[in-house]
């Protein structure tokens, strides 16, 4: 039997540890597959792809903790454990793994990277001697255990300082500080979050350049570099907030192989097996360099150059640490290279980071060490220019008014940094000075100059053959040249066909075409000639991805585009892919049978249709990125698969939602459209407060909020973007939620089980704890739901996939919403329930004869999952995560057991016993909560170490900031009663069987 390996995965999604990990799971999973190994995998992210039953063998959605991994090994016996797949959760759970004596007990080995490695790259003191021994400089630092020690250093060094703990992921818990007030207050929430106490404290080096090499290095002490990668924004800003491009454009020769040399010279003394990150700041004007830090894993930055090179980091990642050497492994991307073979790029990339400012309109904008981002897009191009333009048209949002001093986004950077850039040049202020109080390199301020000169000239000038041309090279769409010459943009698109000035298609090889490639993944540009050939002819898909994470859009939207590849190639469909998110599954060159790593918008969409002659295009599985762009698809006569434009802008307009539930009987809540402030506040006036204000046309419930007077609505209008009108006043009702997925031809509706919230209505579906299948809902209540399902799926002939949700108040059902496309909870329902809903809205989809709705039994679900969210309030502490209607929480976890209590109790293991603690948790709630409260005053007891959980769900303004000051504590805050009843009842349940997915190979488990 051959070995079997356990491998961890990284989580549920939190800013600093998203899809990137999802990916590169995947990619070892499969690795350890292709080579005859038995994998065992651990990872409570629902959402992904690799905790799909095709990637493992056996999976177990269980906590990433010591206990729950070990009564994993004890059940299932592996031979070894691969954790550097799993970024910082899986870095850490294996040092806990090591102090717990696990791998001596079990008799495992750690492939890849060992114990003794990780601690020396990740435990900040360690690292610093071993610089000290290698002649490798680092920053003045010290490394301390209290805010004291810090004081002292600040009094030799003086300020700015800049704070990293130690074992934390994406600058968790550090920053830069100029002042000992708030060097106090960051140094103690930084020894709080290193799970060692550990915090290195060191001189800033603001304004140097900051450099990536991601490198890899075998058994045998072989070192490559995959790919460098320069940051545009200086040291200072976190390498995942920063713009970044690849390959460094502004080093010299001698500058590059000398931090190649010293990549090399550090992963070597570290004696690391597979893929690693080092972070280098150079300065500009001389040769010094300093290390920044070392990640011996794959990381975001590998994802990122994975996709930017086309070599399969984590792949060959894998096979390094089974054994193999790089001078034997085949790069699969080219088939005749070997994996030592450095790639070489004719082309350049330009990551851009996406934040969630656009949700959170009160969060502190200002970017440091500590990332905030939640996703990023990245663009390939011929040219910088056309890469920079390319990465911006990606992010899938509108630039929001540059507010306040335009200096000041760029001296004290913020997200809009690149925009207040771009702005201050149009209005005269030169390069120079630009550079002179951002320290960013002339040479990147220039490119940004060019594309703003080159959009006067467009204004200014006849829109002749050259400048057609050369303004496309520059990055510019049909649309934005359309904008600023004041016409139409088909007028544009006609013109430019006239010209012959078309987009060519390139390959990306990793090796720059000096060798022949067999790939499929391609890029669009209007440099250079076209070197893609159509696919052969066939039945084309062509599936659109979701473009970059952000809250309300996650990796489960990936996972429903890959699965929709998965099912067609099997019905003998050829499939292209188009998406921008270098993080994900779908964007690996081995999962459609195309990939076309662009943006994601109409003009491109069509060329690929187009070049390709595709037959079919799917929205319903690119989330609502997808969906908004329907219409503009189908104006333009591109083939769409599933219901027309008029059907989903039935379902998504709320008027002709409510006149179409309203024809066949079916409740809905009291509501109004209105489409000015006006008529919204004349609207109120028919109904009594509290009403739900809900925004057209958003992601997870962006701008969505409760009011309970008309000043809060007034607010809330204010606020509102104008695209988002009409805007809907619903009457706020009080119930319990519930909500389907389903697969739908139109007149059969397959429903696997109905999905019951614990928080009540007016949380937000995203942000609620979930059971599934249903625990209390009654017969009747759920013979109602399914009757409602049928009946709006049938009135407007649906086809493919849908989520509905519901609100339960005193036995009487309303219909909430529809989502006309596949939804956040489609990966748990289809996982939990062992049945492919993805799968059968693909047969219905492309009207494959052979199975029929009808034919599927009801699965028999045999397991309780809980579906709980996860939120990132460590990146964003000055606001209040308490829960409304508006979604806040990045990710997703599921715990599986036997019953709902045990899963229940799975979710909540990681917090303490409250009975067997008296001061482990505070109750200030004005509801009834049950449990056991610290009798301490609020403010002392945030100052004792037993402190761990918070209960408040108050309202007033009081309640908020303790709720915050909680959060930056490290405290687990709760703020509904209903999720604090869960957690108390779960302390009475085992969370340590585990429990394996439906259809997991359990019965060959020992």
């Known amino acids: 039997m051959p070995k079997k390996v356990l491998v961890i995965g990284s989580g549920p999604i939190v800013i600093g540890q998203a899809a990137e990990f999802d990916y590169s799971g995947t990619q070892g999973c499969l690795a350890l597959k292709e080579e005859g190994h038995e994998v065992i995998l651990v990872n409570n992210n629902p959402a992904t792809i690799m905790t799909d039953n095709e990637i493992a063998d056996h999976v177990y959605c269980e906590p990433l903790t010591v206990q729950s991994v070990e ?92 704070s990293r703990p130690a074992y934390t992921l994406g600058g968790r818990g550090g920053g ?32 140097f350049k900051e450099v990536e090499y991601e490198v890899m290095r075998d058994a045998n002490g072989t070192c490559i570099s995959v790919c460098n990668m320069e940051n545009f924004d200086p040291v200072g800003v976190h390498t995942g907030d920063s713009i970044v491009v690849a390959p460094s454009q502004t080093l010299t020769d001698q500058e590059y192989q000398m931090l ?35 990640n011996p894993r794959v990381s975001r930055s590998s994802a990122l150059a994975s996709k930017a090179t086309g070599y399969p980091i ?110 201050l040049l149009k209005k005269g202020t030169s390069v120079k000075e630009i550079h002179d109080k951002t320290a960013i390199d002339l040479f990147f301020l220039q490119v940004v100059a060019n594309i703003v000169q ?109 699965k929709a590849i998965q099912s067609l190639q099997k019905l003998g469909w050829t499939t292209v892919m188009i998406n921008n998110n270098p993080e994900t599954v779908s964007t690996d060159y081995t999962t459609a049978d195309r990939l076309y790593f662009d943006p994601i918008n109409k003009e491109v969409i069509e060329s690929i249709v187009e070049h390709e002659g595709i037959d079919l295009v799917f929205t319903q599985f690119g989330g609502q990125t997808a969906i908004n762009i329907a219409e503009e698809l189908a104006e333009a006569d591109i083939p769409l698969a599933g219901v027309s434009v008029d059907t989903i802008e039935q379902l998504e307009d709320r008027e002709q939602f409510y006149s179409v539930l309203q024809s066949i009987d079916v409740p809905h809540i009291p509501g109004e ?72 031809d139109g007149k059969n509706v397959f429903i696997p089980e109905i999905m019951e919230h614990v928080e009540p209505a007016g949380v937000h579906s995203g942000d609620s704890m979930a ?52 939804s956040r909870t489609v990966p748990i329902i289809s996982k939990v329930s062992d049945v492919s809903l993805i799968d059968l809205a693909v047969k219905v989809l492309v009207k494959d004869q052979v199975s029929s709705l009808k034919d599927i039994a009801q699965p028999l679900i045999q397991k309780a999952a809980v579906k709980y969210p996860l939120f990132s309030s460590h990146a964003l502490p000055e606001l209040d995560h308490k829960l409304g209607a508006n979604m806040l929480s990045t990710g997703e976890g599921m715990c599986l057991a036997d019953t709902a209590d045990e899963a229940m109790a799975k979710v909540f293991e990681h917090l303490p016993n409250l009975y067997e603690n008296e001061h482990a948790c505070l109750i200030e709630s004005t509801r009834f909560v049950k449990g056991q409260s610290s009798d301490v005053k609020f403010t002392e007891w945030l100052e004792l170490k037993e402190a761990k959980v918070y209960m408040n769900d108050g309202n007033k303004e009081e309640d908020s900031l303790k709720r915050i000051q909680a959060l930056k504590a490290g405290v687990t ?33 020992v």
Not at 193 to 207: F, T
């Open 71 to 162: 009564a994993i090994i004890k059940k299932e016996k592996p031979d070894a454990v691969l954790a550097g797949l799993g970024g910082q959760t899986g870095l850490n759970l294996a040092v806990e793994m090591n102090k717990h004596d696990l791998f001596t007990k079990y008799n495992l080995e750690l492939l890849g990277t060992s114990v003794a490695s990780i601690q020396q790259g990740e435990d900040r003191e360690l690292f610093r001697e071993l610089m000290d021994e290698l002649k490798q400089p680092v920053p003045e630092s010290e490394v301390i255990a209290s805010v004291e020690e810090a004081l002292k250093f600040t009094e030799h060094y003086g300020y700015p300082v800049i």
């Open 260 to 294: 190649r040399t010293a990549a090399f010279t550090i992963i070597s003394a570290l004696d690391v097996v597979g893929g690693c990150n080092v972070q280098f700041a150079l300065d500009p004007y001389s040769k010094k360099y300093y290390v920044i830090e070392v």
């Open 314 to 423: 984590a792949k060959m990642a894998t096979k390094l640490a089974l054994g193999f050497t790089l001078d034997e492994l085949i790069n699969p991307l080219t088939g005749t290279t070997y994996a030592s073979f450095e790639p070489a790029l004719d082309y350049v990339v330009v990551k851009f980071p996406r934040w969630p400012f656009d949700k959170f309109s009160h969060a502190d904008r200002k970017l440091g060490t500590k990332m905030k981002a939640t996703g990023e897009v990245m663009a390939i191009d011929r040219t910088l220019e056309g890469a920079f333009q390319k990465a911006v048209a990606s992010l899938d949002q509108t630039i929001p008014e540059l507010a306040g001093s335009l200096e000041e986004h760029i001296t004290k950077p913020t997200d809009l940094r690149y925009f207040a850039i771009v702005e």
């Open 673 to 744: 459209m209105c489409h000015t402030m006006r008529e919204a506040l004349e609207a109120a006036e028919s109904y009594q407060y509290p009403l739900l204000c809900r925004p057209s046309y958003v992601i997870g419930g962006q701008g969505m909020v409760k009011v309970e007077n008309e000043e809060q609505l007034k607010a809330a209008l204010e606020q509102t973007d104008a695209r988002h009108y009409p805007i809907v006043l619903d009457q706020f009702m009080t119930g319990s939620e519930a909500e389907v997925d389903l697969a739908a």
């Open 454 to 562: 080159m959009e006067k000239t467009l204004q200014s000038h006849e829109l002749d053959l050259k400048l057609m041309k050369t303004a496309k090279i520059h990055g510019f769409t049909d649309q934005k040249i359309a904008a600023l010459k004041g016409i139409d943009e088909a007028e544009v698109k006609k013109l430019r066909t006239q010209y012959g000035v078309t987009p060519s298609y390139k390959m990306v090889d990793t090796c720059a075409a000096e060798f022949e490639a067999a790939t499929n993944y391609v890029y669009t540009t209007y440099a250079g000639i076209n070197e893609i050939e159509p696919l052969p002819t066939n039945k084309k898909a062509l599936i659109i991805g979701s473009g970059p994470i952000r809250i309300g859009q996650g990796v489960e939207f990936d996972y429903s585009a890959v």
């Open 771 to 822: 059971l599934f299948p249903s625990q209390s809902l009654s017969s009747a209540v759920k013979a109602k739901i399914k009757e409602y399902a049928q009946k709006i799926v049938q009135k407007v002939n649906y086809q493919g996939l849908m989520n509905i949700q519901f609100l339960i108040a005193e036995d009487t059902v309303y219909v909430l919403e529809v989502n006309p496309r596949a």
């Open 176 to 207: 830069i500080v100029d002042n000992e007030e708030e060097l106090k207050e960051l140094i103690a929430n930084g020894l709080k979050a290193s799970p060692i106490g550990q915090v290195i404290i060191e001189k800033s080096i603001a304004g």
């Open 973 to 1005: 805050v709760f703020t509904q009663a209903t999720t604090f009843n869960a957690y108390v009842d779960s302390l009475a349940y085992d969370p340590y069987q585990p429990t394996p997915l439906p259809g997991s190979k359990e019965k060959e488990c």
